[in-house]
């Protein structure tokens, strides 16, 4: 129980140094420091800051899976349940800040350590198998969605619409005037986002 206490510290402050700084900036010491641990322990459980930062995208990944739980969309008529996936996904940005900071390491590193993780992919392919494929499919047969929908391109376009208010907070607000760090800001683009995408999956 100790041990995965102390490791759950390490990925703790290893996660909000990262957030705070990218990969390249997130400082051992700094983690060791705030873990309430030495450097030399931190190394004990990962090698490498390569091997830690792997290893808080494992966490990112379970917090995820908020995405795949099914049966929330099954029991949703299926443009409510695109509206689900939208705020689910909102949230998860509000929820988790570091979100933001990963997908930009990530895109910086061309998905150099998404690419290894061995719980971000097949979440994500859960995702669009067992959640967005089965609520366009209804939505198809009952005639609300449009035929023939991609469920890869319809995610993407949901996730970057949603991860592009977070990632550009600091920009927006000043060419829009709109605060995308408050939450009555936040709401405001995830409205539109929601309009924008079921007004785009109509027949």
């Given at each position: 129980?100790?041990?995965?206490?102390?490791?759950?510290?390490?990925?703790?402050?290893?996660?909000?140094?990262?957030?705070?700084?990218?990969?390249?900036?997130?400082?051992?010491?700094?983690?060791?420091?705030?873990?309430?641990?030495?450097?030399?322990?931190?190394?004990?459980?990962?090698?490498?800051?390569?091997?830690?930062?792997?290893?808080?995208?494992?966490?990112?990944?379970?917090?995820?899976?908020?995405?795949?739980?099914?049966?929330?969309?099954?029991?949703?008529?299926?443009?409510?349940?695109?509206?689900?996936?939208?705020?689910?996904?909102f949230q998860g940005f509000i929820n988790h800040?570091?979100?933001?900071?990963?997908?930009?390491?990530?895109?910086?590193?061309?998905?150099?350590?998404?690419?290894?993780?061995?719980?971000?992919?097949?979440?994500?392919?859960?995702?669009?198998?067992?959640?967005?494929?089965?609520?366009?499919?209804?939505?198809?047969?009952?005639?609300?969605?449009?035929?023939?929908?991609?469920?890869?391109?319809?995610?993407?376009?949901?996730?970057?619409?949603?991860?592009?208010?977070?990632?550009?907070?600091?920009?927006?607000?000043?060419?829009?005037?709109?605060?995308?760090?408050?939450?009555?800001?936040?709401?405001?683009?995830?409205?539109?986002?929601?309009?924008?995408?079921?007004?785009?999956?109509?027949?």
């Amino acid at each position: 129980m100790k041990k995965t206490a102390t490791i759950d510290r390490i990925l703790n402050a290893a996660s909000a140094e990262i957030a705070q700084r990218g990969i390249d900036g997130a400082r051992i010491e700094k983690i060791a420091q705030d873990a309430g641990v030495t450097k030399q322990l931190v190394y004990h459980y990962f090698k490498t800051k390569d091997d830690l930062y792997k290893a808080v995208l494992e966490t990112v990944s379970k917090n995820m899976e908020i995405l795949s739980e099914v049966e929330d969309y099954r029991n949703h008529p299926p443009r409510e349940a695109i509206s689900l996936v939208i705020e689910t996904l909102f949230q998860g940005f509000i929820n988790h800040p570091e979100y933001r900071t990963f997908a930009l390491d990530q895109a910086l590193h061309e998905g150099e350590h998404i690419s290894v993780a061995s719980l971000y992919l097949p979440t994500m392919r859960i995702v669009l198998s067992e959640v967005i494929a089965p609520i366009l499919a209804r939505g198809e047969q009952e005639g609300v969605f449009k035929a023939g929908l991609d469920p890869h391109v319809v995610f993407w376009m949901i996730f970057n619409l949603t991860a592009g208010c977070f990632l550009n907070e600091k920009i927006m607000p000043e060419i829009s005037g709109i605060d995308f760090t408050s939450l009555q800001g936040i709401e405001a683009w995830r409205a539109m986002v929601t309009t924008f995408v079921l007004d785009a999956l109509r027949p």
